[in-house]
């Protein structure tokens, strides 16, 4: 059975050993409720690295009061048995309390992005991924970090974070994992009735049907994303939060002629926020 750790320090003392024996620490930080999303994460940790731990918190800080904290999806015993099967060595689950006292008032912020696109309807959030994540960075050590690039924006500000506070660490992003029929794997899609998991495809469909367009040459960011919010309108379950059109390297809007552009959204299917992105290129 797959170690699981609780303690901070003996967090710590663990990593100290690992690296003091010459061994490198690949980290994959997640709330948990893993996937295959997650499991690739693992699977590219574990052959980077010596000793691949994971870790699972649900991070109060990242949720707002009226959004899912307390309904988050938690299946601890199921998580390790993946984790421990896609080659995960050590568990690390702290406590609420123990990440978070209650005289906590230490907060890291990337501003100006952190509060555009997901920012605009999530105000707090990215300050809560950016102050978890530095703390699980100091408290892990790792060598390398492993994000997914569903959450794009999440990706572009802790690389920002880490870069900007010269932390000791590489972060590698890797690409997103799609269900048979292109939705992007989240541990959110459970909360989708059959019929709003129908639903659900619209949001590839219009990322594609924009890369197709791009490719065609509809270079305008404002046409593209006509294109798109139309196709996502006429799915009756779902709602638009944002439709956005970003230059990858800066996460400023998009320019007409861009390339490539990375297009990003968010939709409301039902009360579940969904997100997904994806490259527009020309070349590819
Ligand atoms: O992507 C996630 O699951 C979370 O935002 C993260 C990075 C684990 C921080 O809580």
């Known amino acids: 059975m797959i170690e699981v750790i609780t303690d901070l320090e003996a967090m710590r003392d663990v990593s100290k ?14 709330m948990g409720y893993l996937h295959s999303g997650h499991q ?7 052959a980077e690295n010596d000793f691949p731990v994971l870790s699972i918190f649900v991070n109060p800080t990242q949720f707002a009061p009226d959004e899912d904290y307390e309904t988050y999806p938690r299946d601890l015993a199921r998580d390790s048995a993946l984790a421990e099967a896609a080659g995960c060595r050590l568990i690390f689950a702290p406590p609420p309390q123990a990440i978070y006292p209650l005289d906590y008032s230490t907060y ?21 991924v950016t102050t978890i994540v530095a703390k699980l960075l100091n ?18 500000i802790i690389q920002k974070m880490v870069r900007e506070l010269n932390m000791d660490v590489q ?7 799609r269900e048979a029929d292109g939705l992007a794997m989240s541990s ?14 619209v949001l590839h469909r219009a990322l594609l049907q924009g890369r197709e367009l791009f490719r065609g040459g509809l270079v305008k960011p404002d046409e593209l994303k006509r294109a798109m919010v139309e196709l996502i309108q006429a799915e009756p379950l779902a709602r638009i939060d944002y439709v956005e ?29 969904l997100i997904d992105n994806l490259l527009f290129s020309i070349g590819e």
């Open 108 to 128: 890291i912020e990337v501003t100006g992005v952190s509060a555009l696109y997901c920012g605009k309807s999530r105000p707090t959030h990215f300050r809560g």
């Open 245 to 273: 059109l970003v230059e990858p390297e800066t996460f400023t809007p998009a320019r007409s002629g861009t390339d490539p552009m990375l297009a990003l959204l968010a939709v409301y299917v039902g009360q579940t926020r």
């Open 139 to 156: 408290i892990v050590s790792p060598d390398r970090a492993y994000f997914g690039q569903k959450d794009a924006q999440q990706a572009f």
């Open 188 to 201: 959110r899609n459970t909360y989708l009735s059959p019929e709003q998991r129908k639903a659900a495809r």
């Open 171 to 177: 972060i590698v992003v890797l690409p997103i994992v």
């Open 17 to 30: 050993r690992v690296r003091d024996a010459g061994q490198t620490i690949g980290f994959v930080p997640t």
């Open 40 to 46: 690739s994460l693992i699977l590219q940790a574990a």
